[in-house]
């Protein structure tokens, strides 16, 4: 009877332990599948109908004010170079603005010209034109939506669209951020170079008339009077 009894309570024991772990694991599941939930970042860029301004949107699963830092890049190409050494590539930021998320969603705009004395262009045609003469500029236009660097672990599910693409990027001290980008077709302004017209330069010249001229030399020329001579 009382191995019976000793039976018993190890087995309610034991059974006591099994349900606790079992209740435990239950407990921890829903953290782990949060932790382990990708993160969604989507952009979607459209031309305004004004020149040089684009509408930038897009809808995303992260915090509520989390900020989104949303860029416009052109390529620029030295002619002759190989356009594959990415040593001999320069980029310019046409321009840059930050955006918060709200409600899962989040929405700017971005004006890729400025304006200048020969007209709207971008930023790398307004720096300095004889330099910006000797780039060839890529016809597309890269832009970028950016989340700000973090050291926790991002999971995101890799998405190559045309023309656009998500990804997880790293920085150089090993932090990761969220990145989304889209390419679209942007031929750059033609700037206006300012011509030099050929023509006659006009110089200013004091001249006598003809007349007196030759009057004074006629007073030179002319006979000294007798009383002129010295004596």
Do not use: H
Not at 31 to 60: C, H, N
């Amino acid at each position: 009877m009382k191995s019976l009894q000793q039976f018993l309570r190890k087995f309610a024991s034991s059974t006591l332990i099994s349900l606790l772990i079992l209740c435990t694991g239950c407990t921890q599941m829903p953290f782990l599948s949060s932790s382990q939930q990708t993160t969604t970042l989507s952009m979607q860029v459209e031309a305004t109908g004004e020149t040089g301004v684009y509408k930038i949107s897009g809808q995303t699963n992260l915090p509520e004010q989390t900020q989104i830092t949303v860029q416009a890049i052109r390529a620029l190409q030295i002619p002759g170079r190989d356009v594959q050494i990415a040593a001999e590539r320069s980029y310019s930021i046409l321009a840059k603005t930050q955006v918060s998320v709200e409600k899962g969603k989040w929405q700017t705009s971005l004006n890729l010209l400025q304006p200048g004395q020969n007209g709207a262009l971008e930023t790398w045609q307004q720096s300095n034109q004889e330099l910006a003469l000797k780039f060839q500029p890529d016809n597309q236009v890269r832009f970028l939506a950016l989340t700000d660097p973090t050291r926790s672990s991002i999971s995101v599910q890799s998405q190559a669209q045309k023309n656009q693409a998500t990804s997880v990027q790293f920085t150089a001290d090993g932090k990761s951020y969220l990145q989304t980008e889209q390419w679209m077709s942007i031929e750059p302004p033609t700037a206006k170079v300012a011509s030099q017209k050929s023509g006659t330069t006009v110089v200013k010249v004091s001249v006598q008339p003809v007349n007196k001229v030759n009057d004074v030399k006629e007073q030179i020329d002319a006979a000294l009077p007798v009383n002129a001579f010295m004596r």
